[in-house]
Structure formats: structure tokens, C-alpha cells
């Protein structure tokens, strides 16, 4: 049945995965700046955030060795991206909103590309289609987080792993409904920033226990 699933273009699934990989990179380059890194601390944690989602991605559905390792293209993007910020960091660092942005794209795009690798292998699965989408996101924020010694935005922020969950619903439910993936994959990607953006607009959050 695989076989017969139409998919997406691979020229357009490199591209959405570069540009999902550049917009973590950014965060990651934020990040290390903030936290008073070099310039190869910078690239090092650009790079991290940037292809952490993709090889977690690329490990759960049994892609072997990982795109973002075997694909120089992944390497020169997230190393450019954090030159290109630690140079352009005084002119932009009071734009902390330009970071929220950015992490919102990454969150987007690479869910529904981790939700397509794995509907494309699998084909209609909620439940492989929801891990490899959800861990594809988070994965590399959560290692930017981490290795700056803060607690990852994942969960703390407004609604940010329920955005990816959302977006993969709505992705799912389009497609069980025969509309081609060509025409889901980037309303989908829309949703999930557009869900985010607006929890953080709007402070939208989870409940939390009391403490």
C-alpha cells in the first residue's frame, strides 16, 4: 500500500527540511550569544539545534545514517547561519521576538516534514506519524535548552509540543480525507506556527498544578 501513497516532491521535502534546520539554527546561534559563547560555541549550538530533530527523526523511522549526516548541505546551513548571526547579533539582539518567530517556523516545518517521512514509509499511522512529527520538533530545542542550562521551552512555554500535535491532527485528518499530500503539507506547517504564534500572542497555556 506504501507504494501507491503519493509523495512529496524529495526536491521540496530538502528544501522544507533546510529551511526548518536554518530557522532552529537561529535559535541556537540566540542562544549561545546570550550565553556569552565564541564563535564556535555559536556554530556548535547552532548546528545541534538545527539537525538534533532530523537525525532523531531520521533514527525513530529507521533512516540509517541520518539525512542531516550524510548530506553536507545540513552542515554549511547551520554553520552559516551561526556565523551570519554572531556577526549580525548587535543589530538584532533587542529583537527577542525575532527568536519566538523563528523557533515557530522550526516548530512548524519540521513536524509536518517528520509527520511526511513517516507517512511516506508507513503510510496512514496516527500513532507513527504523531512520534516522528512531535520528537522531529522538539528534539532540538529541547538539546538547545538543555545545553544552555535552561529548562526547555517545550515545558514551560505557551502551547508549543500541542501546537506540533495540532498541526499533525489537521495533517492527518486531510489526508484520510484523499486530499493529496502536496496540497496538506504546507497548510499544515501554517497551522502549527499559527498556533503558536497566537499562544504566545495571547499567553495561552496548559493547566498547571498547583504549587
Known sequence: MVE????LSPLLIEILD???TMAFAVTGAFKAIEHNADIVGVIILATITGIAGGVVRDIII???????IINPSYLIV??????????????IKKHWNLFLKFDAVGLGVFT???????????????????????????????LRDLLVN?????????????AS??????????????FNLNIVAIPSILLVILV?????????NLPRART
Open 112 to 142: 509536518i516534514i517528520g509527520a511526511t517521512f513517516a507517512y511516506n514509509l508507513f503510510g496512514l499511522n496516527f500513532f507513527i506519524m504523531a512520534i516522528a512529527g512531535t520528537l522531529t520538533a522538539v528534539g532540538g530545542g529541547i
Open 150 to 162: 535552561e529548562i526547555p521551552l517545550v515545558l514551560v512555554k505557551e502551547l508549543y509540543a500541542s
Open 196 to 204: 503558536r504564534l497566537t499562544a504566545m500572542r495571547f499567553k495561552w
Open 78 to 91: 547551520t554553520i552559516g547561519t551561526g556565523i551570519i548571526i554572531f556577526f549580525l547579533y548587535p543589530s
Open 62 to 68: 529507521g533512516i540509517l545514517p541520518p539525512n542531516a
Open 165 to 178: 500535535f495540532v498541526g499533525i491532527i489537521a495533517f492527518f485528518i486531510l489526508l484520510t480525507m484523499g
Open 18 to 20: 533546510l529551511f526548518g
Open 4 to 7: 501507491i501513497l503519493p509523495h
